[in-house]
């Protein structure tokens, strides 16, 4: 059996300019990830990221709220989405919605989010975005970082799969952290959990995370 035979597919919601996701389309094209990304959705018609998938052939959804009665019908139309291309994963890259129970009861420990904080630490309702990054300086923190998790019904609360940090300095700005923490984390240990997710490296066993060698590199 080739690599290629078992490649996982991936679906990536997104909201904004799809860094992450073109960080892990880069580890594909490497051939160090073992997975495929076979749809985009965006809760923002006007998105960058729907520009990254459609240059690479990749198809595009819009799924706004706007555009929906409610949260639930909005998420059926993604679970429909995900299920006609057959995800074995779906990885919230930049988005910004509330994932709906049903969503994440069909696909158990197969949602996975990137957070720009050190969870528990800046997690939950209103901290997204730039708003993370205010909240860490303005508290003085010392470091910060990025964590990626499977997502649950709360916000922010799934099971922690990876993190690393980063210390906060004195010069910066919520701005510059932000910057810092995409390039130097985001960008490196999303496309790493994605890449041994591919790989059966990392299952849940009695509410834990456990990797098959032990530790995540």
């Known amino acids: ?7 996982k597919k991936l679906v990536a919601l997104v909201s904004g300019g799809g860094s992450n996701l073109a960080a892990i389309t ?9 997975g495929e990304v076979v749809a985009v959705i965006s809760s923002n018609a006007e998105a960058f990221a729907l520009t990254r998938a459609r240059e690479r052939g990749i198809p595009a959804y819009v799924c706004a709220r706007k555009d929906y009665e409610n949260n639930e019908a909005r ?3 993604i679970l429909r989405i995900v299920r006609e291309h057959n995800a074995d994963y779906i990885l919230l890259a930049g988005y910004l919605g509330i994932i ?5 009861d069909a696909y158990p420990y197969k949602i996975v989010n990137i957070h720009p904080a050190l969870l528990p ?5 209103g901290f997204f975005g730039i708003h993370v990054h205010e909240a860490v300086i303005a508290a003085g923190e010392k470091e ?16 922690i799969i990876a993190q690393r940090s980063l210390k906060v300095l004195e010069e910066d700005t919520p701005h510059s952290l932000q ?21 059966n490296e990392i299952k849940v066993e009695n509410g834990k995370v456990i990797f098959k060698d032990g530790n995540f590199k």
Do not use: W, Y
């Open 1 to 7: 059996m080739t690599q290629n035979s078992d490649k």
């Open 26 to 34: 880069e580890r594909i094209d490497g051939g160090d990830i073992n």
């Open 75 to 77: 998420d059926r139309e």
């Open 100 to 104: 709906s129970p049903f969503l994440i």
């Open 121 to 125: 630490k800046f997690g939950g309702k």
């Open 144 to 159: 910060s970082g990025a964590t990626v998790h499977f997502v649950d019904s709360g916000t922010d609360t799934g099971l």
């Open 179 to 199: 910057q810092r923490i995409l390039s130097n984390i985001e960008h490196k240990l999303f496309p790493e959990v994605v890449r041994a997710l591919c790989n």
